[in-house]
């Protein structure tokens, strides 16, 4: 019997509550995607609805700092636990029905059920495809064993030392990038594919982003509300690096 690997991925960007109008107008505007209507207990809860293909980024009101966690929507919610259990995950809390877990190298995500059948939808415009996890040296070998079991995808190395890729046809994109420092919890941001790089950062920094450097095949800025995250030199109509 297979695994039961995650049938969809989720995005959740984390923002400090007194920064959320401000973090969904930017995060709309840079996707060309709508809100949805505010959900749960106090409304911290909305989606980001594209045009076409199922919606997969959702923002979420937080008291502290932000951050980023993912949904890992499953067909049977115990089976997914107790896979994600066995390979090394812990329980961090329940909210509702919602199990929430996290890595061997603590990072937060959360097991929830799929609806329906999704797909992510490209049209060769700037799109958020691709979260990265940026992950302490000492966690390294663990999370991306974790990660390739817990999504049944096969690691890819990166075109530059130290980055993996979990890579699954019409789902999000994962990548793991093993950071300099030692210890620490795991923590990501997301990643946007990018056309034209230099456009599009010019394009952020005036809906409100500030830019925190300038590399070779990405820019990384800070979103309104606080994201960092970072734009790519990635063909947005496949998420794959472009050829040099």
């Known amino acids: 019997m297979s695994a039961p690997t995650p049938a969809w991925i989720q995005v959740f960007l984390d923002v400090p509550a007194a920064g959320m109008d401000e973090a969904v107008a930017f995060w709309s505007a840079v996707n060309g995607w709508q809100p949805s209507e505010r959900r749960g207990e106090d409304g911290q809860f909305l989606t980001l609805l594209p045009a076409a293909g199922s919606p997969y980024v959702k ?5 502290g700092p932000a951050g980023l966690h993912l949904d890992l929507d499953a067909t049977g919610r115990a089976a997914a636990v107790e896979h994600a ?3 090394g995950a812990t329980h961090a809390w329940t909210y509702h029905d919602v199990e929430v877990m996290r890595s061997p190298g603590g990072f937060t995500f959360c097991q929830t059920l799929v609806d329906g059948e999704p797909v992510l939808a490209r ?3 700037t799109i958020l495809d691709q979260v990265c996890l940026d992950v302490p040296s000492s966690s390294w070998d663990s999370e991306v064993g974790f990660w390739a079991a817990l999504t049944g995808r096969e690691p ?4 530059l030392p130290g980055f993996v890729r979990l890579v699954e046809d019409g789902r999000l994109r994962l990548l793991l990038q093993r950071l300099d420092e030692t210890d620490g919890p795991v923590r990501a941001h997301p990643d946007l ?17 500030t830019v925190r450097g300038v590399h070779d095949f990405w820019t990384v800025l800070t979103a309104p509300g606080g994201q960092v995250y970072c734009l790519t030199d990635r063909d947005p109509s496949t998420g794959t690096v472009r050829p040099v």
């Open 59 to 63: 923002v979420q009101a937080v008291d």
């Open 85 to 87: 259990s066995a390979l």
């Open 123 to 125: 049209d060769g415009a």
């Open 156 to 159: 890819q190395e990166g075109s």
């Open 193 to 209: 594919a990018s056309a034209n790089r230099a456009a599009d950062s010019d394009l952020h920094v005036s809906l409100g982003a």
